[in-house]
């Protein structure tokens, strides 16, 4: 790869160990890659947050680099084993919180914006087409890649904070135009609404792996095109995707030779069968991708006139940013269980308190048996809201 006289330096360690530690890794990344240069972005979104998924030796990991490093362009965080306000309600372990807290402190130190969520597009870090980032959340990369018309590989936790610290990335994958190309069409016969799309998006997924769908007779709207984005990026690895009709780079695509696949309503139907391995919730979470605007004012028009009914637990996850727009839609969600910001279903240690979740999320349900030993019912949020009313 080739690297200009400055980059050089810092390779060489001549403007400091931090750098140097982080230009290694995206050196031995695009080598791999086989990408020609570095090139500069706009932003990077770090995950690897969770105290339960990075444990010592991820807070060892970051303590050294906060010691000497710092981001050099705008850094948001996915989301952290536990609200860092309200974990107490989660009962979640003071030995927990701690760590966690000290692993926010050294992202913190490290000048990374520390409001926690999944859907930074929502909450402040929204790119413009064409910008160029280093994002490592799966679910949020393929929702700036194909909905906003961003660019940016898959990356992993570290590949993204090294690029937050340089400021660059290898210019290779998605950062190049033939690889942004459809390579596979994807005829879908769905009804609509956001529970349809997170069970196309676990079809889609299996079936392409890492390729790049374009979908016809869809036409998703933002919240519907997020969990999409998340179930494809969970079912299989897809990084982008486009959508008929839809900007920003699905006008020119050319259809020509790819295979095209279909996705009926059956489809759907054994998806959801497949991912529901549980019966009696003693959770139900919604939020994976951290709630909308929109999708809290829609659950609170379900909930408003009711009254909740069970003692299971209700977790409504959400960003700060989000919950802060509107608070008498929070008000009525909590009557019915906890509005939690900075964490989620699957990072939060909560197989110390459930063994079966109940989720309208595809990608929840591939995450939740292995990384927190639930059995799992999947079921739209209107249904998940009638078992508590
Ligand atoms: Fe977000 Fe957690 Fe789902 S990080 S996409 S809510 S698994």
Not at 142 to 169: H, W
Not at 187 to 201: M, P, Q, Y
Request: charged share 25%.
């Amino acid at each position: 790869m080739f690297l200009t006289r400055d980059e050089e330096a810092v390779l060489k360690g001549e403007k400091g160990l931090g750098v140097q530690r982080a230009m290694e890794l995206l050196v031995a990344i695009g080598t791999v890659y086989e990408a020609e240069r570095l090139i500069p972005i706009s932003s990077a979104h770090l995950s690897g947050v969770s105290y339960k998924t990075i444990g010592e030796g991820g807070v060892d990991f970051l303590t050294n680099i906060a010691s000497d490093s710092k981001v050099v362009v705008k850094t948001t965080l996915n989301p952290a084993g536990m609200d860092l306000v309200r974990w107490g309600e989660m009962k979640i372990s003071k030995r927990f919180a701690e760590r966690q807290l000290e692993i926010i402190d050294c992202y913190s130190r490290l000048g990374v914006e520390t409001n926690c969520t999944c859907t930074p597009y929502l909450a402040g870090n929204l790119p413009r087409k064409g910008d160029t980032v280093a994002w490592a959340e799966s679910s949020a990369l393929s929702y700036i890649n194909s909905i906003v018309g961003a660019r940016t590989n898959r990356e992993g936790g570290p590949g993204a904070l090294a690029a937050s610290i340089l400021g660059k990335t290898p210019a290779y994958g998605l950062h190049l135009d033939e690889n942004r190309k459809p390579t596979v069409v994807i005829d879908a016969e769905i009804d609509g609404g956001l529970f349809d799309h997170t069970l196309l998006g676990q079809v889609v997924g299996k079936k392409v792996a890492n390729a790049v769908p374009y979908f016809r007779n869809i036409r998703p709207n933002p919240d519907e095109a997020k969990t999409l984005a998340a179930a494809m990026a969970a079912s299989g690895s897809v990084a982008m995707f486009h959508v008929e009709g839809m900007k920003p780079e699905a006008n020119d695509a050319d259809l020509k030779g790819l295979e095209r696949i279909g996705v009926e309503r059956r489809d759907l139907i054994d998806a959801r069968e497949t991912l529901s391995t549980g019966r009696e919730p003693d959770l139900i979470a919604v939020g994976c991708p951290h709630l909308s605007e929109a999708e809290i004012r829609d659950l609170a028009s379900i909930l408003k006139c009711k009254s909740k009914k069970t003692d299971i637990d209700v977790w409504f996850c959400t960003s700060k940013a989000t919950r802060k727009r509107c608070p008498k839609e929070i008000d009525v969600l909590e009557r019915f269980g906890k509005v939690l910001c900075d964490t989620c279903m699957v990072v939060a240690p909560i197989e110390d308190h459930y063994s079966c979740s109940a989720t309208n999320s595809a990608k929840a349900c591939n995450y939740l048996p292995t990384l927190c030993s639930q059995k799992v019912v999947c079921a739209s949020a209107a249904d998940l809201m009638k078992m508590v009313t």
